[in-house]
Every structure is written in structure tokens, then in C-alpha cells.
């Protein structure tokens, strides 16, 4: 947590199911953030954290006064509103993608959106945390991620449940 508010982008890997992403959405709900997030899987692209152009009429006959409009990702409202950004199974994006995230996990603190002129800097109390599985743990599709990208965030190991906490772990849940 401390690492959050001052700024530092934070990875959580650990077993699959242990809680990563909901302890992101517990300490932010505590906080009252609003937390962005992206599931990340092997088709997952730049798109789909910054956005896509739409099409919008201005009414009339079709194809009469069509243009595109911009429509935010979620990386992009987190950065505008200061919120928190959850890049879920961060391990599973492709490299342009990781690219992408590289002038902000560096310190920068702005994302550039391809193509364009926009350049989108990051709001006060905007936070980046991403989750993983191990790479080395068997899990399909995982590829470690790149050295230089892993050591801009601080890593925390997220331990897997221990076995005697599992029935009071299912009888907390069952109770929701």
C-alpha cells in the first residue's frame, strides 16, 4: 500500500486463485479508488488499454457527415481520473503491449497513443498494479516478463493458501 501512494507501480504474482486481483479491488475500495482494469490474454492489444476510434453520424443520409470519435480505454480513464489500473495476468501480453507500458513504469508518467498526437499524463493518485502467475509454474502461455519491465515495479509474492485456512476461507465465501 505504501508503495501505491507513493506512486510505484506494483506487481503481485503468485498461485492462480489466491486473491491477487481481490485484494487490488478490496485496498482500492477501502481507499475509495476506482480501479481500471484489463484482463490480459494472448490476443489482448494496445486497443484494448488505450482505446479505438468509433464511428459516429451527425445524422442525415449514411456516409453524410460520419467521422470517428475516440472512445477512451481504461488505461487511459485511470491516468485522466487518478484512479487505480489493474493489468491482470500481465505475463500473457504481448510485447507491444508491455512496450506501451514502458514510458510509464518508467517514471515518466504519461502513455503516448500510437498514431496519434495524444499524449496522456497521469492525474494525481493514479496507481498501476498488475497481477501474474508465475511463469515457471506450468501455467500455459505465461512468458516471464522482461527484466527491464519487472524491475520498474515493486514485486510482492503473494503465498499460496496454507491448508488449514482453506474451510474457513470456503465458509467466508459461502457466506456472500
Do not use: H
Not at 71 to 83: D, I, S, V
Not at 91 to 116: C, R, Y
Request: proline share 6%; hydrophobic share 45%; net charge negative.
Amino acid at each position: 500500500v505504501t508503495c501505491l501512494e507513493a506512486g510505484q507501480a506494483v506487481l503481485l504474482e503468485g498461485p492462480a486463485a489466491v486473491g491477487k486481483t481481490s485484494l487490488v479491488a478490496e485496498l482500492a475500495r477501502a481507499r475509495d479508488k476506482m480501479v481500471f482494469r484489463v484482463n490480459n490474454s494472448e490476443s489482448t492489444s494496445m486497443q484494448d488499454y488505450l482505446g479505438t476510434f468509433l464511428p459516429s453520424s451527425g445524422g442525415g443520409e449514411e456516409g453524410a457527415g460520419s467521422s470517428c470519435t475516440f472512445r477512451e480505454g481504461p488505461l487511459l480513464q485511470a491516468l485522466r481520473q487518478g484512479a487505480w489500473f489493474l493489468a491482470d495476468e500481465l505475463n500473457l501480453a504481448q510485447a507491444g503491449v508491455l512496450s506501451l507500458l514502458a514510458p510509464l513504469l518508467e517514471g515518466l508518467g504519461f502513455v503516448q497513443v500510437p498514431g496519434t498526437d495524444r499524449v496522456v499524463a497521469a492525474a494525481p493518485g493514479f496507481c498501476f498494479v498488475a497481477t501474474q502467475n508465475a511463469a515457471r509454474g506450468g501455467y500455459a502461455g505465461r512468458q516471464p516478463l522482461p527484466s527491464a519491465l519487472r524491475s520498474r515495479m515493486v514485486e510482492v509474492q503473494v503465498p499460496d493458501f496454507a491448508r488449514e485456512e482453506l474451510p474457513e476461507i470456503i465458509l467466508r465465501r459461502s457466506e456472500l
